[in-house]
T-cell receptor, first 116, second 115 residues
Framework: DAGVIQSPRHEVTEMGQEVTLRCKPISGHDYLFWYRQTMMRGLELLIY????????DSGMPEDRFSAKMPNASFSTLKIQPSEPRDSAVYFCASSLYGTEMNYGYTFGSGTRLTVV | GENVEQHPSTLSVQEGDSAVIKCTYSDSASNYFPWYKQELGKGPQLIIDIRSNVGEKKDQRIAVTLNKTAKHFSLHITETQPEDSAVYFCAASMGSGGGADGLTFGKGTHLIIQP
């Protein structure tokens, strides 16, 4: 398996523009998580899905952030409009719950977002 | 919600020596405690984990201990090597592992192995 795939790896955008981050989880995993990483706040959970259904979005900072998972192999995180304080590395992770084989998360390589 | 504190923020050790990173958690309901290693430009990678029904777990040079009463857990790396240099994160969850609940992470420890 190619692991969790995120795109793009880097995104530079102007304040006010819409940004869409993409994630392809590991095939067969039933949980998908979006995290944001900054120096000040570390790794913060934004939202997570179970079987494509959003379970907890309490970490989404504002209404400007939205996430979708239309099917088991694809998820998006959208910021509209973007602001400079949204600059961070955004990680997607997936996991398979309830087996002895794999409890831990597998993270993607992240998307480094810079809003200027 | 859960709060995870991690210390130290930076740790420098001589190659071959041991390194210990400590974390505390706030929610006694947490029952799963993984450790992740993050190298520059990459996502965190799971290196070892422990569940609340176990006090200690070891995998080659890496070991983790858990004290449920005191609500703290530690990562021990013995015979450190240059490739151990990275940022290490502890985390806690009320799920049985990757599911049922999101992980709450500590702020990370930058481990530097001096040659």
């Amino acid at each position: 398996d190619a692991g969790v795939i995120q795109s793009p790896r880097h995104e530079v955008t102007e304040m006010g523009q819409e940004v869409t981050l993409r994630c392809k989880p590991i095939s067969g995993h039933d949980y998908l998580f979006w995290y944001r990483q900054t120096m000040m706040r570390g790794l913060e959970l934004l939202i997570y899905f179970n079987n494509n259904v959003p379970i907890d979005d309490s970490g989404m900072p504002e209404d400007r952030f939205s996430a979708k998972m239309p099917n088991a192999s694809f998820s998006t995180l959208k910021i509209q409009p973007s602001e400079p304080r949204d600059s961070a590395v955004y990680f997607c992770a997936s996991s398979l719950y309830g087996t002895e084989m794999n409890y831990g998360y597998t993270f993607g390589s992240g998307t480094r977002l810079t809003v200027v | 919600g859960e709060n995870v504190e991690q210390h130290p923020s930076t740790l420098s050790v001589q190659e071959g020596d041991s390194a210990v990173i400590k974390c505390t958690y706030s929610d006694s309901a947490s029952n799963y405690f993984p450790w992740y290693k993050q190298e520059l430009g990459k996502g965190p990678q799971l290196i070892i984990d422990i569940r609340s029904n176990v006090g200690e777990k070891k995998d080659q040079r890496i070991a983790v201990t858990l004290n449920k009463t005191a609500k703290h857990f530690s990562l021990h790396i013995t015979e450190t090597q240059p490739e151990d240099s990275a940022v290490y994160f502890c985390a806690a969850s009320m799920g049985s592992g990757g599911g049922a609940d999101g992980l709450t992470f500590g702020k990370g420890t930058h481990l530097i192995i001096q040659p």
